[in-house]
């Protein structure tokens, strides 16, 4: 259940005083959102505090102290006018739990279902305070993808098999998958694209369409639709054709019939999710033809059902590393910038929030100050692929925080990374964020009892954690404390004994994403280069004298990063090659940085432990123990990592350690 496990609390007299004696789940059929939310109330009620509650339908209220929950059009029919509320957006709602007269009112059925979550959390945290507000969602998408393979396995999944695929078909127990369901409503995710975008196309047999139908039955009284990831080459390996050239009629004939067949079975689905032309995937340019191109053949099939492609900005090709001008980093703007404004209204360019690849420390990716007639969505990831592979403490909202508050300044004007994405600034109707989750089968779902899924980039990091803890580990304020500590120093611990300056995880890019391997980054074609020799260290990519890539942000942040002096420390070696000796706004050289960094964060690490062992009378014995396990294994492996990187750049610059460490350790 997660954070949804509604933990008994004791209840005052006052608290009893506040419960609501019945629910009232306006004009609720069984599958709908309404009718989900006035269970899940039944639920949270008997479950946190033990009130057993009756629910009704039809009557606007059945006794005095009721909970109605509806839409807002639906309170209108049936109790009346209603005060107070302004205008809601698309799935907004209005909770008002002034004078025991409880009401959550949904611009639609989606609404009323996340205002409902919104009155259990304060329930579930004991918080009885009257209030009255309306709350809007950030942005029309909120997606979340998972990587599962048709064969059961999930790439960068570190949560057991898929809950959807087992033997090349979709499983018959879907019972996970409407836990997944419930968690996912109540941080107002609203489609889940279910299969990996490295897509299979056997996805598309019919025995497969009736199967992702019966997923979408499931995740539909959540207010949740489902889309599916595509192998641009089915026409030809699935299909039979003789091409799959996006602008061949028989190609395009052939995917808006796979498109009808869908639709015949799943009527709401949300749409596409497509990786073309990268990483060995097909795509439209063995055609030569363009990835608009590409991204409008699925737009053109999905727009008679009102559906949206969201097509990966995730497109680079393998570079020559002895070409200093070369740079991965790059590719994206370079591939996307000329395209803008030729895609179709219901494409949407999904970007990876940063130039390269989910890494400890990236700047924003240009490419959202480069389109301003295109949709945009955000890609994050949950699953901690090069972040520890939730082996390791890592909370990742301060991280995307850094992301989402960052200034593009297009055109010199305020141009918040959040607010390209949402929309708002370019006033495009559609985008938003997508997670890569991967949760699996294991009761943890994603690996880890501290790994979370969250939403919402204007919340307080610290805030939501907080209301998470206590509604997974109960309201003890050591375990706050200690939960909130530990993990708000994850993020700079990780960074410490990873890869400092901007200089990238240092973990192996080659194969396994994990553990430290600093010498696997240079001589190859993947392009997530350091350039670090003897004497100095980091990619040059400034327009001066480097790749360039500086010069695809807006003038004010290009200039920033062009030069050394205005560069912030943590992205130093990011943008810039230097001199192991050169001095960092901190004082400190590079180098020296390195060490003291690696050992201050393997330092934290252990102290993971120790914080965690002083909560074991606190947490129950299984979460304890799977918790301990992990944290006793970072701290180890912190270590590991420490002494990998500092040695290997010892060795490497053959500069000493002024505490004398390295050379001893
Ligand atoms: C990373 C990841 C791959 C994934 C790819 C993507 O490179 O390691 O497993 O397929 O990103 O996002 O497409």
Not at 264 to 280: F, H, N, Q, R, T
Not at 510 to 539: C, E
């Amino acid at each position: 259940d997660g954070w949804l496990r509604y933990a008994p609390l004791s209840c005052s007299q006052q608290c009893k005083s506040k419960l609501p004696a019945n629910v009232v789940a306006l004009n609720a059929t069984e599958t709908s959102p309404v009718y989900v939310a006035g269970t899940e109330l039944q639920q949270g009620l008997k479950s946190i505090y033990g009130k057993k509650i009756g629910i009704s339908h039809n009557k606007c209220k059945s006794s005095s102290s009721a909970v109605v929950v509806g839409t807002l059009e639906q309170y209108r029919k049936t109790c009346g006018a209603v005060k107070d509320v302004p205008d809601l957006e698309e799935d907004g709602f209005w909770i008002d739990t002034r004078n025991n007269n409880i009401r959550i009112l949904g611009s639609n059925e989606r609404g009323v279902l996340y205002g409902t979550f919104e009155y259990l959390s304060m329930l579930a945290q004991g918080n009885f305070s009257e209030v009255a507000y309306a709350t809007n969602p950030a942005a029309p998408i909120r997606w979340v993808n998972q990587w599962d393979d048709m064969d059961g396995r999930i790439e960068r999944g570190y949560g057991g098999p898929s809950i959807f695929f087992k033997n090349g078909a979709i499983v018959d127990d879907l019972t996970r998958v409407k836990q997944y369901a419930r968690l996912l409503a109540s941080v107002r995710v609203n489609a889940i694209v279910i299969n990996n975008v490295n897509a299979d196309a056997t996805l598309l047999t019919p025995t497969n369409i009736k199967g992702i139908a019966r997923i979408a039955d499931v995740f539909r009284p959540y207010g949740i639709q489902v889309g599916v990831s595509l192998n641009f080459a089915s026409p030809q390996t699935f299909g039979g054709l003789d091409t799959y050239d996006p602008l061949d009629a028989s190609v395009i004939n052939w995917w808006s019939n796979i498109t009808d067949q869908i639709y015949d079975e799943v009527p709401d689905m949300a749409g596409y999710l497509i990786k073309a032309s990268s990483e060995g995937q097909p795509g439209p340019e063995t055609y030569n033809r363009t990835l608009a191109d590409g991204a409008n053949l699925f737009a053109h099939a999905l727009e008679p059902h009102g559906g949206i492609v969201m097509f990966r900005a995730f497109v680079y090709n393998q570079l020559n590393e002895s070409d200093w001008d070369a740079d991965r980093a790059n590719a994206a703007v370079d591939f996307f910038k000329e395209l803008d404004g030729k895609f179709e209204e219901n494409v949407v360019v999904q970007i990876k929030y940063g130039p390269i690849d989910f890494q400890v420390r990236e700047p924003p990716s240009p490419l959202f100050a480069n389109l301003f007639n295109t949709s945009t969505a955000i890609e994050l990831q949950v699953t901690q692929e090069y972040l520890g592979q939730q082996s390791h403490l890592f909370y990742l909202p301060p991280l995307w925080k850094t992301i989402f508050d960052f200034d593009l300044r297009v055109d010199g004007k305020p141009s918040l990374v959040r607010d390209v994405y949402s929309g708002k600034r370019f006033n495009r109707k559609l985008g938003g964020s997508t997670a890569v989750v991967n949760v699996g089968t294991n009761t943890t779902w994603l690996g880890s009892h501290l790994a979370m899924l969250a939403w919402n980039p204007t919340d307080d990091s610290e805030g939501m954690l907080q209301d998470w803890i206590r509604l997974t580990f109960g309201l003890d304020k050591a375990v706050l404390n200690t939960i909130t500590k530990m993990s708000m120093e994850s993020w700079p611990a990780y960074e410490n004994y990873s890869g400092n300056l901007g200089i990238q995880t240092l973990t192996d890019i080659l194969y396994t994403h994990f553990g430290p391997n600093p010498a696997s980054q240079d001589n190859n074609g993947w392009g997530q280069w350091t350039r670090a020799d003897h004497t100095s260290i980091g990619m040059d990519r400034t327009v001066s004298n480097g790749t360039g890539f500086s010069g695809q942000y807006p003038s004010e942040v290009a200039a920033m990063y062009e030069k050394i002096e205005t560069t912030p420390d943590n992205l130093l070696l990011w943008f810039h090659h230097v001199d192991y000796t050169h001095r960092l706004h901190s004082g400190k050289t590079v180098i020296q940085h390195f060490y003291d960094a690696h050992y201050d964060g393997a330092d934290t690490a252990q102290t993971f432990l120790t914080q965690w062992e002083s909560l074991q009378s606190k947490i129950d014995k299984e979460r304890y123990e799977h918790v301990l396990r992990r944290f006793e294994y970072q701290a180890g492996h912190s270590i590991v990592w420490r002494d990998a990187i500092v040695d290997f750049y010892h060795n490497l610059s053959g500069i000493a350690d002024t505490s004398k460490r390295v050379d001893n350790h």
